[in-house]
């Protein structure tokens, strides 16, 4: 039977290696004269550098490789989002249509404009690397307004934020997936009392958004949707050291906690 390690133990392993070759070398170079009287002591000093030089040339690889792997895995994230864009103006030119053929200050017109502007963000603003935190914004809270109209019950949807720097620049399209969870698992599936509390706090350093809401436990599926885990791979790839994403589950309420360091 193979004996398996983990890979969070293997780059612990690795870690402490270079650990003790740093104090190796240290303590090398701080009782030279001591050492230097040993027989086969330069012996040891040569392969001591020699496994010095092999690991930096492996850590040098892996840095080379990484940068590759990501490269490659934006491209192809890319190459799926151009493949999403089913010629956009067919359906903002469709949307002008039916706005057009709507009456004014009607709530399905009100929908529709919404859409519009969603779906122009999505497609436009979403190809991009960046975008600025005030954009985001506006976007989260569309959508709010969008499904206010759409669903016709009493809830209490509240969106506080606080933004120090609205040019402050953010990847696009993270928040929104939470949101749809908490409406989709939430908000739909309850008759009444059905509640979304989210905060949007940045600071110049750091920015934090947390989104609570209730939910029916004999209503939530088991199968887990592949919004979460784009939403994880997308932040590993961009914010792989500068983000902390948690999860909570209270009896019938649910809170996601997403943090994220500016760059």
Known sequence: MKLKISENKKKNLI?????????IGVIIIIFNDYFGKIEGFSELIA??????????????????????????EKEKTELLHLKSQVNPHFFFNTLNNLYGLMEK??????????????MRYSIYKGQKDWVTINEELDYL?????????????KSDIQFNHQIVNSQAKIMPLLFIILLENAFK??????????YIHMSLIENDYEVNFVIENNFDAAQ????????????KRRLALVYP?????SFETDANIYKVKLSLKLK
């Open 220 to 231: 939530i599926s088991v199968n887990k949707g592949i919004g979460l885990v784009n939403l």
């Open 15 to 23: 870690r402490l290696f270079k650990i003790s070759l740093i104090i």
């Open 105 to 118: 200050d009607s709530k399905e017109r009100q929908m529709v404009l919404k859409l519009s502007d969603m």
């Open 241 to 245: 050291k500068s983000h902390t994403l």
């Open 47 to 72: 392969f001591y550098f020699i496994v010095v030089f092999i690991t930096i040339v492996h850590w040098l690889f892996t840095q080379i490789k990484s940068v590759i792997l990501l490269r490659n």
């Open 185 to 194: 698992h939430g908000l739909e599936n309850l008759a009444e009392n059905a």
């Open 141 to 153: 809270q569309n959508y709010i307004e969008l499904q206010e109209i759409r669903y016709h019950k």
